[in-house]
T-cell receptor, first 111, second 113 residues
Framework: GEDVEQSLFLSVREGDSSVINCTYT??????LYWYKQEPGAGLQLLTY?????DMKQDQRLTVLLNKKDKHLSLRIADTQTGDSAIYFC???????????FGAGTILRVKS | NAGVTQTPKFQVLKTGQSMTLQCAQD?????MYWYRQDPGMGLRLIYY???????DKGEVPNGYNVSRLNKREFSLRLESAAPSQTSVYFC????????????FGPGTRLTVL
């Protein structure tokens, strides 16, 4: 079956790096995503990685994918207070129309 | 280009009342989705519509109905609201371009007393 798991909470100091981890179960997933949800708002696509890639970098964001262990991580460099939000990992299984979301990781950035 | 819009933003109902949550997208996407978000449970799919004229159940469809009115609009109806339906509801539409992902509305916060 399909399942995505994340740790629920992460607290970091401003300027430090944040690493949010995710594990998934469907090895046929073609895309993996990170979404950000700010307080009172909907989810916004932050970044994504294709399943045939190991790493993707986009400014302060680095996504690492370990397909063998079905492990996805999101690293935010130089974390700012504006990065405080809930971060959702999601996978798109090869077949079907839906995304499977994790429960979300609350990132708290202390100044 | 407003993306995905939802109305209302907030709603309070009494147990047994009915209401319809509205969603519209202006991105010409074929697929649309309704999710509910509860603390510690992430997003759970209620219903989706792969294309105009079709709807399918998701993980948690009980107590809900949907209508895909046209390509732009996808509504979610609660016929007889229950306290267990207190949640934040998100509508999304799917872009099958290179990223093939979903774009979300701002959400409707529903409380059932």
């Amino acid at each position: 079956g399909e399942d995505v798991e994340q740790s629920l909470f992460l607290s970091v100091r401003e300027g430090d790096s944040s690493v949010i981890n995710c594990t998934y179960t469907d090895s046929s997933s073609t895309y993996l995503y990170w979404y950000k949800q700010e307080p009172g708002a909907g989810l916004q696509l932050l970044t994504y990685i294709f399943s045939n890639m190991d790493m993707k970098q986009d400014q302060r964001l680095t996504v690492l994918l370990n397909k063998k262990d079905k492990h996805l991580s999101l690293r935010i460099a130089d974390t700012q207070t504006g990065d405080s939000a809930i971060y959702f990992c999601a996978e798109r299984p090869q077949w079907g129309n839906k995304l499977v979301f994790g429960a979300g990781t609350i990132l708290r950035v202390k100044s | 280009n407003a993306g995905v819009t939802q109305t209302p933003k907030f709603q309070v109902l009494k147990t047994g009342q009915s209401m319809t949550l509205q969603c519209a997208q202006d991105m010409n996407h074929n697929s649309m989705y309704w999710y509910r978000q509860d603390p510690g449970m992430g997003l759970r799919l209620i219903y989706y519509s792969a294309s105009e004229g079709t709807t399918d159940k998701g993980e948690v469809p009980n107590g809900y109905n949907v209508s895909r009115l046209n390509k732009r609009e996808f509504s979610l109806r609660l016929e007889s609201a229950a306290p267990s339906q207190t949640s934040v509801y998100f509508c999304a539409s799917r872009d099958r371009g290179p990223v093939d992902t979903q774009y979300f509305g701002p959400g409707t916060r529903l409380t059932v007393l």
